[in-house]
């Protein structure tokens, strides 16, 4: 886990650096005589250093101590009154411009980032979680000043949103400035960036007790014999009874990948070309390296090479799209999470209701393709975001709320397969929203039902909403009442008023933490169901529901305590 000191010269930078290591549990304040030694004990022993003090002298303490951007710790500087975090060294490599966002976000400060690719809201190259090499500044220089770019990859791989001045190109040729996707070794030059995506799995086989010296020797020669880059090494895996080979995975560990091991009968239907009867006999599969390295798919570039106690084989995999179901949470910007805006920024293609993606535009970055569409297109937006995705491409679908809860993550996940990533990013429900502003009324045991029969026989809610009512649960109604739909919600609360008093808390909220916003209060009894449309919430309380000080509140424990 990455380490952050915390170094500080007065009691206000105190009490903010304590903040801070409140909040995480791998920060620490590092002291010493005078700050200026606390400070340099920082820089040498932890990967980020946040410090609380000005600028100017953060600057003249660590110049002496710079290096290399790679390995130099990140710095961030705040100020007396943690009013602005400062990405000051290492933005991309080391970090510095995520850490002061984080800072920002704990202390309420203005993360200020001076790093050209993130103020006009392009992706740096060297932050795409690859390892990327070649002319990093020169290229990054040409996306800026909106010279042609040439985007020049193996395969369609998920890359982030990239600016209009970049061209796909499936040429290879040189001339003109170059981002290349590739795993093969090329010839570097001062007008071109290479990716190195994690298309490589090399499997590995052994007799017990080799040596890591053997393994990591064999792996290298197979690589550069076969033009490939062990920077595009997605993994190592062997058969599971090699697990704790010392030898194997010190050559993991070595490469800085994960070691992937799995049952020999899983590895025995794998197709290889090169089975042995022996080692059959031996680990229970005819293969372990080419086989290892080909599960799950792929195609073989190294067939099984040997060493005196060691076997390689490379296999190239094919991309896998990334599929992200992005809650939009209620509509309110600042009840949208971090990590919402983290996949939206990620995604080169954001899919969703054109109401929903009107709300996050200005958060996508230059180059990303929105499609959009209008109401009751559901089912094509699922199967548009999918294909997207499966094409290799980063994709954002976006919905209101939770994606997960009436929402886009179940018809997307019905057409999604094993060829995409899928990451789901949860957001605040408009039950949620509407429960805080009515108080507290999702206390004890409640149920959601949805009141619209586009997808569900009436006669299927009506059991439910019967079923909630006998049950005695707190009901939160989505889509409760429409033009087209007016009496579902009337039916709905006499079923509850079948098995509740007539004084049952009623909420209505209407357009919950957006503009033109409306908390309304009433009972069973009382409520008027023309106040009620296709934007509001309706939380029906349940028998132990009570309004205390004008808020509807459920008691956590099942009998109210007067």
């Known amino acids: 886990m990455t380490t952050i000191g915390l170094v500080a010269a007065t009691a206000a930078g ?30 040498a022993e932890c990967d980020a250093v946040v410090a609380f003090l000005a600028t100017g002298a953060v600057v003249r303490i660590l110049a002496p101590l710079l290096g290399d951007k790679r390995t130099d710790p990140a710095v961030v500087v705040v100020d007396e009154a943690a009013r602005h975090a400062v990405a000051l060294l290492g ?47 020169a290229v990054s220089r040409a996306l800026l000043d909106g010279a042609p770019v040439r985007l020049v990859a193996d395969a369609t791989w998920p890359l982030p949103a990239l600016p209009d001045n970049v061209h ?10 170059r981002i290349l996707v590739t795993d093969r070794i090329v010839p570097l030059d001062e007008r071109t960036v290479v990716l190195r995506p994690p298309s490589l799995v090399a499997g590995i086989g052994s007799s017990r007790g080799v040596a890591a010296a053997e393994v990591t020797g064999l792996l290298r020669r197979a690589l550069a014999d076969a033009g490939l880059s062990a920077a595009s090494l997605r993994c190592l895996a062997s058969v599971d009874v090699k697990a704790d080979e010392a030898g194997i995975r010190a050559t993991a560990e070595a490469y800085g990948v994960p070691l992937a091991t799995w049952p020999a009968a899983e590895l025995a239907a794998v197709d290889v070309p090169h089975p042995s009867e022996v080692v059959r006999a031996a680990v229970g599969t005819p293969s372990v390296a080419e ?12 067939p099984k090479t040997a060493s005196a106690m060691a076997t390689v084989a490379i296999a190239r995999h094919a991309p896998r799209g990334r599929l992200a179901l992005v809650g939009l949470g209620p509509g309110a910007a600042d009840l949208r999470t971090p990590r919402a805006v983290a996949e939206l920024r990620r995604a080169a293609v954001v899919v969703g209701l054109d109401q929903y993606v009107d709300q996050i535009r200005d958060l996508l970055r230059p180059g990303t393709r929105v499609l959009a569409s209008g109401l009751g297109a559901e089912e094509q937006r699922a199967r548009t975001a999918v294909a997207e995705a499966t ?9 209101s709320g939770d994606a997960g809860v009436y929402a886009m993550a179940s018809p997307a996940l019905d057409h999604a397969d094993h ?19 009515l108080g507290a009324p999702l206390g004890h045991d409640h149920a959601y039902l949805s009141l619209s029969d586009l997808h569900t026989p009436w006669a299927v809610i009506a059991r439910r909403v019967a079923a909630a009512a006998e049950a005695d649960f707190v009901a939160v109604l989505y889509n409760p009442r429409s033009r087209a739909r007016d009496w579902q919600l009337g039916a709905a609360l006499e079923a509850f008023a079948a098995h509740r008093p007539p004084h049952t808390p009623v909420g209505v909220v209407r357009h919950a933490s957006r503009p033109g916003e409306r908390v309304h209060l009433a009972t069973l009894a009382t409520l008027d169901p023309t106040l009620v449309d296709m934007y509001s919430v309706v939380v029906v309380g349940s028998s132990q529901t009570r309004v205390v000080a004008g808020r509807m509140v459920t008691p956590r424990g099942y009998r109210w305590r007067e």
């Open 14 to 43: 105190r009490r903010h650096a304590g903040t801070l290591a409140a909040a995480w549990p791998h920060a620490r304040p590092v002291e010493a005589e005078t700050t200026a030694e606390a400070l340099r004990a920082a820089w």
């Open 168 to 177: 796909v190109d499936e040429g290879t040729g040189a001339g003109g400035w």
């Open 391 to 399: 094409a290799g491409h980063a994709v954002a679908l976006v919905g």
């Open 291 to 302: 086989a290892a390295a080909l599960r799950g798919g792929g195609t073989l570039l190294v």
């Open 91 to 137: 933005g991309h490599a080391g970090g510095a411009n995520a850490l002061a966002a984080e800072v920002g976000a704990l202390l309420d400060a203005r993360p200020v980032v001076t790093t050209a690719t993130d103020a006009v809201g392009l992706p740096g190259l060297d932050t795409l979680g690859w390892p990327v090499e070649g002319a990093v500044a």
């Open 419 to 437: 060829r995409i990533d899928v990451v789901g990013v949860p957001g605040v429900t408009a039950g949620i929203a509407a429960s805080a502003l």
